[in-house]
């Protein structure tokens, strides 16, 4: 249901007493009419927008009082707006769109704490989603019960509780987090309670994050046959399909940890390289001496890196960055704060990008 809010300290405001002329009847009476207007444009979502109609019904028909509220004091913006006045509150006429047509005044600053129509709506819907068992079932089963960032699962579908291994927990995520599922489910999929609560109200490229493709039919399978397996993001093991054979290889008694492997010719062993660090306490330099074990167990010295030694590598290059699938565009300036969903304000005329996370 619609709601508002208001500061705990909006009754304090020396307004009420000065427009009221001292008289603390008629300070009371401004201080309800003004909460009654708030009522108003909140049950219909004008986002702070009242008629004249509106106005005078919540201010029980007294319009000296209703231009009080209109009225500014103290060096102060006036509590309720005309058209044609501005304010630099935030969220309020100077930092919104052009005024609404059809509307008389406007309270100001009603959007810095509470929802616009399009926030409302979006939450509404989005909840809506989340209680939709014929959706969460149609997404569960196209991205084969696994997370769609990590491939983490297959999990299962009536959740792990409070699992202290997040990447076992399932939750399912709006990819565009200001925007509904879609009846197909196209904007909502499977996401392991780390991922999801890691990603937040963010895009998965404000994120950092990669939302992989949507899996295929022998991928789901596969998955459904392996049984369940925790992954990080990344990890080149996620998207592999196995054939029946490797599946069964890997869960020969052989291979099993604690199991010793049969006896095999000898073989040549990987070469392992190990780093010994020669940092002690109180040293002013420290370096590390990388050694190289061969099939033999001996030392070998390790061949010069283009990084020189004590670069703090180990010789592996460092991995290339994944591409982003999201296909998501980047938000504009005056979008929803990610981290809150609220409406921020629009870039300024200057042209620079907004600070991070929206206007404070």
Known sequence: MPYYLTDDTADLDPRWMVLAGGRVSVADQLFAFWHRMYGATSRHTHDGYLTHHEALTACRGRTRLLELLL???????????????????????????PWI???DYRICGFSKKNPTRAEKARNDAQKHDSTDSRLRKLVYTRDGGCCRYCRSGPMSYKGSGNNKDRRKVLQYDHVDPDRAAGPD???????CGRCNESKGRRTPDEADMVLLPEPTEAQRDAWAARGQRQLDPG??????????????????????????????????????????????????????????????????????????????????????????????????????????????????????????????
């Open 101 to 103: 047509d059809g509307y």
């Open 71 to 97: 009225t500014p004091v103290l060096g102060e913006r006036p509590l309720v707006h005309r058209r044609g006045d501005t304010c630099d509150v935030k969220n309020c006429i100077d930092a919104s769109p």
């Open 185 to 191: 489910g196209d904007n909502y999929v499977v996401a």
């Open 235 to 360: 990890d080149p093991a996620a998207d592999v399909v196995e054939s029946p054979a490797e599946q069964a290889d890997e869960q020969a008694p052989d291979k099993q940890p604690g199991n010793p492997p049969d006896k095999q010719p000898d073989k040549p062993q990987p070469v392992v390289d190990l780093v010994v660090s020669t940092r002690s306490p109180g040293a002013v330099h420290a370096g590390e001496v990388r050694l190289q074990v061969g099939q033999q167990g001996q030392q070998q010295p390790a061949k010069p890196g283009p990084e020189g030694s004590g670069s703090g590598r180990v010789g592996q290059p460092p991995a290339a960055p994944v591409p982003a699938f999201s296909g998501q565009p980047a938000r504009e300036a005056g979008g929803p704060d990610i981290y809150h969903g609220r409406t921020r304000a629009p870039a300024p005329a200057t042209g620079l990008p907004p600070p991070p996370g929206g206007v404070p």
